[in-house]
């Protein structure tokens, strides 16, 4: 029997370094991720013997078993589960799946403090490695139910773990740890005493539902003590609420979610008659590092009659509420249900509306009851929740009635859209907004001037959902949702007699300059006219009102989408100086070779004023620089 060294994949080396320095305080934790690992090791074998009665692996008594030596130091949580092969072990302790590792790692290179250091770890979650806050060598025997040979690893958290097979292992995984010296300062973490396990199995990992053991060790003389079971087994969300604490939920809620973060709500949810379940559902405090991922994995956990049956069951939530975590248990479903049957399942489908609609009441009561909470929320999960207003038309006002959105407005306060509609001025009839890439690029945007200089509020829409939704939604009880960079807009009030006077005139004056540089810019401008929108910039471009937007386009294009190119719409103001003079150039001067440079520069910098690139960035540069060099 050989042994081979292998070295840890470089991710998984730094985050066992920081587990060995133990940047987090509470280290009890690791013994909560090894019972959960077992509990998971245990659901695993339970279904994969229900779908395959063939397996040779004994279901007949499966629990979890703790053991501590205190003469050699050692702490060992074995399970009867599913094991792993030796290939498995590799691979699944060798390594970190987990997405975000590299930007957990990078920012916490950059966490200057400990506290930082402890915040950043326990939104990752640790699992296994976090032995090693405790133990200086961990010893992991397992054999995969089925197989015949099993396997050892072995590590010191250092670079390299080992690796053999081994021939007499039993079914399931065992995890020895080599605890660190004891701390005689602190007794409460004496991980050898039975005491302090007792307190901690309690504590953590009392609702797993798979028995925990501990064999008391004998006194002399006696015959071998029974084992004790350690936890009570009871399914929280069979229990009834006053019989549960927060503190058990969010144990709960830790195991399910592999996050070690309190959630920020916990949801409850009964359902009795014909189609029976209990759902028990939790909104995490903090957005996942891939939640925008292609192959984040959402869902909730789905049991029925208290047996697990799957992880990431999507059929129960839609996709925009794919950050809440928990449990579903069903009594009336076969446990033999596959993903393809849930989707289409009536009672299923019933399930998840039920379930949408609390998530999105709870959310409701967080705006009106706690507004901290409401931040939080929206804060992490805003974006993600906006996707629902343009697939779940069913749920769409319950989700615009939660949304809140930056906006102009002095105070800073993102605002929801009925109190933007309670704020609007007299005689605004609409819902005004404008989309882009960042809050700056957009707030200072040409397009929001004459809004600025009459004081009306603009929400300011950064995600890139919000090209979207804004168009799909349309409108809030009854007010049009308008984009300011689109259309025609027009602030003074209508049937003004002196300012329809003032634009008849201006329209004359430069009716010749505006068809001349229409021409001009034909390939990207499609109309070129006066603006009633600028009050401070020379020239704008912007949309017609059914027009896609450029940042929109560029997200077809993304997707790889083939999509025409828009002409946009270019608006001078007739104020400036600048446009003035243009006018009067166009009229006295025979050469036009200056003046067509100077149409393609003010185009360019409308387009660079909403954010946007040049066409041509090396030929705008160059106009640039040889007009400043004349100002010499
Ligand atoms: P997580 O539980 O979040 O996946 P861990 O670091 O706790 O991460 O565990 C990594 C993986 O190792 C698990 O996903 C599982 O596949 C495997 N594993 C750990 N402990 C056991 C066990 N007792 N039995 C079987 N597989 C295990
Ligand atoms: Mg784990």
Not at 2 to 29: C, G
Not at 33 to 50: H, I, M, P, T, Y
Not at 77 to 99: C, F, H, P, W
Not at 306 to 316: K, P, Q, S, Y
Request: some cysteine; overall charge negative.
């Amino acid at each position: 029997m050989t042994t081979e060294t292998f070295e840890f994949q470089v991710e998984a080396r730094q985050l066992l370094q920081l587990m060995i320095h133990s940047v987090y305080s509470n280290k009890d934790v690791f013994l909560r991720e090894l019972v959960s690992n077992a509990s998971d090791a245990l659901d695993k074998l339970r279904l994969e013997k229900l779908r395959d009665d063939s397996l040779d692996a004994d279901v007949s008594d499966l629990h979890i078993e703790i053991d501590v030596d205190k003469e050699a130091r050692t702490l060992t949580v074995r399970d009867n589960g599913i094991g792993m092969s030796y290939d498995e072990v590799g691979q699944l302790i060798g390594t970190i799946a987990k997405s975000g590792t590299a930007t957990l790692l990078k920012e916490l290179k950059e966490a200057q403090d400990a506290a930082g250091a402890e915040g950043l770890i326990g939104q990752f979650g640790v699992g296994f490695y976090s032995a090693f806050m405790v133990a200086d060598e961990v010893t992991l025997v397992t054999r995969r139910a089925g197989e015949s040979q099993g396997t050892r690893w072995s590590s010191r958290g250092e670079a390299t773990y080992t690796l053999e097979t081994v021939d007499d292992a039993p079914q399931g995984t065992s995890v020895t740890l080599h605890l660190k010296p004891a701390d005689p300062e602190n007794q409460l973490h004496d991980y050898t005493s039975p005491w302090t396990i007792r307190e901690i199995v309690k504590r953590y990992s009392d609702f797993i539902t798979w028995p925990i053991r501990m064999v008391p060790e004998a006194a002399e003389g006696d015959s071998a003590p029974e084992p004790e079971t350690l936890n009570s087994m009871k399914a929280l969300w069979a229990r009834s609420r006053e019989e549960v604490s927060d503190d058990e939920y969010h144990e709960l809620y830790k195991h399910i979610s592999h996050d070690w973060r309190e959630p920020l709500e916990t949801i409850r949810l009964q359902a009795e008659g014909t189609f029976e379940y209990q759902a028990l559902l939790f909104v995490p405090s903090h957005a996942p590092h891939d939640l925008f991922t292609r192959d984040f994995r959402r869902g909730v956990q789905l049991y029925v009659k208290r047996v697990f049956i799957m992880d990431d069951c999507e059929a129960l939530l839609p996709p925009y509420l794919r950050f809440v975590k928990g449990v579903v248990d069903a009594q009336d479903l076969s446990l033999n249900v596959s993903r393809e049957i849930l989707q289409q399942d009536r009672h299923i489908r019933m399930m998840q509306r039920r379930l949408t609609k609390k998530v999105l009441s709870t959310v409701k009561e967080f705006m009106t009851k706690d507004a901290d909470r409401y931040t939080t929320f929206w804060r992490e999960f805003g974006t993600v929740l906006k996707e629902g207003l343009v697939t779940d038309s069913e749920n769409r006002d319950a989700i615009l009635a939660v949304a809140s959105f930056a906006t102009t407005r002095s105070d800073d306060e993102p605002t929801t859209l009925a109190r933007y509609v309670e704020r609007m001025k007299d005689g605004q009839e609409d819902i005004y907004y404008l989309t882009g890439e960042s809050r700056q690029s957009i707030e200072n945007s040409p397009h929001m001037e004459a809004f600025r200089a009459k004081g009306i509020e603009v929400l300011l829409l950064t995600d890139a959902v919000d090209e979207v939704w804004v168009d799909a939604v349309g409108e809030y009880e009854g007010r049009k949702l308008r984009s300011v960079a689109k259309g025609e807009i027009d602030l003074d009030a209508k049937g003004e007699e002196k300012a329809d006077e003032e634009r008849e005139k201006q329209a004359e004056e430069f009716a010749g300059l505006l068809g001349w540089m229409r021409e001009r810019l034909d390939e990207d401008i499609k109309e070129v006219r006066l603006s009633t929108r600028l009050t401070v910039s020379p020239a704008c471009v912007v949309s017609d009102a059914h027009d896609l937007t450029p940042a929109l386009e560029n997200m077809y294009r993304a997707m790889g989408q083939e999509v025409p190119r828009t002409k946009r719409i270019l608006e001078l103001n007739p104020g400036h100086p600048l446009v003035k003079g243009l006018n009067q150039a166009y009229q006295e001067r025979e050469d036009r070779t200056e003046l067509e440079e100077s149409a393609e520069l003010l185009h360019t910098l409308a387009v660079l004023a909403e954010g946007g690139q040049p066409k041509d960035p090396a030929k705008f540069v160059k106009l640039v620089a040889d007009r400043l060099e004349r100002t010499l």
